[in-house]
């Protein structure tokens, strides 16, 4: 289950959350490890960040799902089910382009991803929102088949290859049919681990058609604290076109210290609390991730 929420905020034009600095520093003194790649990795962003100073805010996110994947599939006859939640504290509060407003909102995702052969996996999304004035509707769906590289290829990372396509309402997004491309790369050494999901977009119908292919990659680092307990980063991005990127006072950049439990294999479970880098980036955003695995 994913949830996420955004503070509100008087001045949009602030590119980086001071509050967000502050939540980052104690989180990470859990393990003081982190705290030396916190500060390494905060220091790299905010050098974009920096030059966005006076920016306006120009994009809405679309939070459905918060997630970097890793690179194992489900097992074959499982399946597992999670829930992605989060609520829109402070955002639009008109109709922009047909698209409602997303003040107040809150999102409901169902991912349910079955396992196929020990390579294959196909996972399913069911997205609704709940926004005030006009109920609870249903958004859109994807689906996600994914493959992965086998143990016997013995390459030193963790390989696979996800492909996700589908609709969303015209009233909830710009661009209604997309396919996004995400190669995925991880690794574990030792007590830390490492995943980059250098995600490609395309839009089939919507504003972004003519934008062509859009990048967005994301970054997770974790450090097992404990054998139960990992503690880390993830870095999400939005960038623009490949064949020209964003002026950086439109483009996204969140980063989010968060908890990974590992308390059974059936389980999977994430917390975090991100913040924004750039203007255009929901400066305080909370997150929990929970999902289970089962026979079927």
């Known amino acids: 289950m994913c949830w996420a929420f955004q503070i509100p905020h008087s001045d949009c034009s602030r590119p980086v959350n001071r509050t967000g600095l502050l939540i980052l520093e104690r ?3 859990l393990a003081p490890s982190l705290i030396r790649t916190c500060r390494r990795f905060v220091c790299l962003l905010l050098v974009p960040a920096a030059l966005l100073l006076g920016g306006p805010s120009a994009l809405a996110q ?18 597992m089910v999670e829930s992605h939640t989060n609520n829109t504290a402070e955002g639009s509060i008109g109709i922009v382009d047909g698209v409602l407003p997303t003040n107040g909102a809150l999102h409901e995702t169902i991912e349910i991803t079955h396992g196929f052969t020990n390579l294959f996996e196909t996972g399913l999304y069911i997205f609704t929102s709940v926004n005030h004035g006009y109920g609870w509707q249903y958004v859109g769906t994807h689906i996600r088949p994914r493959v992965r590289a086998p143990e016997s290829w013995h390459w030193p990372v963790g390989v696979s290859l996800s492909l996700e396509f589908g609709y969303q309402r015209s009233i909830f997004s710009t661009d209604t049919w997309t396919l996004e491309i995400r190669p995925i790369i991880d690794q574990k050494r030792g007590r830390w681990y490492w995943s980059v999901n250098p995600a490609f977009d395309r839009s089939f119908h919507g504003q972004s058609v003519t934008k062509g292919v859009e990048f967005a990659p994301s970054f997770k680092l974790s450090y097992d604290i404990t054998p139960k307990i990992a503690g880390g980063f993830e870095y999400y991005s939005s960038l623009g076109s490949l064949a020209g990127f964003d002026p950086l006072k439109d483009q996204q950049h969140q980063l989010f210290p968060v908890i990974d439990l590992n308390l059974s294999p059936k389980w999977e479970f994430n ?7 750039t203007s255009s980036t929901d400066h305080l955003i909370v997150k929990m991730i929970l999902g289970y695995r089962f026979d079927f």
């Open 27 to 29: 989180i990470a003194s």
């Open 62 to 79: 679309n939070n459905y799902e918060i997630q970097v994947y890793g690179s194992d599939t489900v097992e074959p006859h499982r399946t």
């Open 271 to 277: 917390f975090g609390v991100g913040f924004g880098l």
